[in-house]
C-alpha cells in the first residue's frame, strides 16, 4: 500500500496500482481521513485533528488493555479504540477490515455442520468429566463452606 504523498485528497494506491481510496462495490468505504473538508483543508488543523484522533483511540485502546485481565468487555473495547483511528488512520483501516474478514471466516466456519457436531460433542464431553470430578470431589470431601456458622 502506497498513499502516494501526505497532502490532502491523494489517493491510496495498492501496488499492483489500483485505486483504493474509492467506495467499494461490496460496501466498505474508502480508506482515508474521515474528517470534514475545512479541516482537511488546513495542513495544521488537520495535523492537530489526528494527534487528537490519536489520543482518543490510545485512552480507548488503553482502557480496553486494563480491562482484559480486569471485569469489563476488554476486546471490543480495544476494537472501538482501534474504529477510532480507522475514522483518520489508513493502517487502522486496514487492521479493521483484515479483523472483520476473519471474524467473518470463523463465524462461517463454525456454522458448518460437521464443525457444530464436533463442538457439541466436544463440549459434551467435557461438561460430563467437569461434572465427574466435581462427584468425585463432593464424594470424598462433602461441601465445606469457609466459614463456621456453628461457632457464632
Not at 475545512?38 to 482518543?56: E, T
Not at 480507548?60 to 488493555?65: D, K, L, N, P, R
Not at 474478514?101 to 463440549?123: C, F, H, S
Request: aromatic residues 8%.
Amino acid at each position: 500500500m502506497n498513499t502516494g504523498s501526505d497532502e490532502p485528497g491523494d489517493v491510496a494506491t495498492a501496488a499492483d496500482g489500483t485505486e483504493v481510496d474509492g467506495a467499494k462495490d461490496d460496501g466498505e468505504q474508502g480508506l482515508g481521513s474521515r474528517a470534514p473538508e475545512f479541516i482537511k483543508a488546513r495542513r495544521v488543523l488537520h495535523l492537530s485533528w489526528q494527534v487528537g484522533v490519536f489520543i482518543i483511540g490510545l485512552a480507548i485502546v488503553g482502557a480496553g488493555i486494563v480491562m482484559l485481565p480486569l471485569p469489563g468487555p476488554g476486546w471490543v473495547v480495544i476494537f472501538g479504540g482501534m474504529a477510532v483511528w480507522a475514522t483518520e488512520f489508513v493502517w487502522a483501516q486496514l487492521v479493521l477490515r483484515w479483523t472483520k474478514r476473519k471474524v467473518t471466516e470463523a463465524a462461517q466456519k463454525a456454522l458448518d455442520p460437521k464443525v457444530r457436531r464436533r463442538n457439541i460433542i466436544l463440549t459434551s464431553i467435557g461438561l460430563v468429566i467437569i461434572g465427574v470430578l466435581v462427584g468425585i470431589y463432593l464424594w470424598k470431601f462433602g461441601i465445606v463452606m469457609p466459614w463456621k456458622i456453628k461457632d457464632q
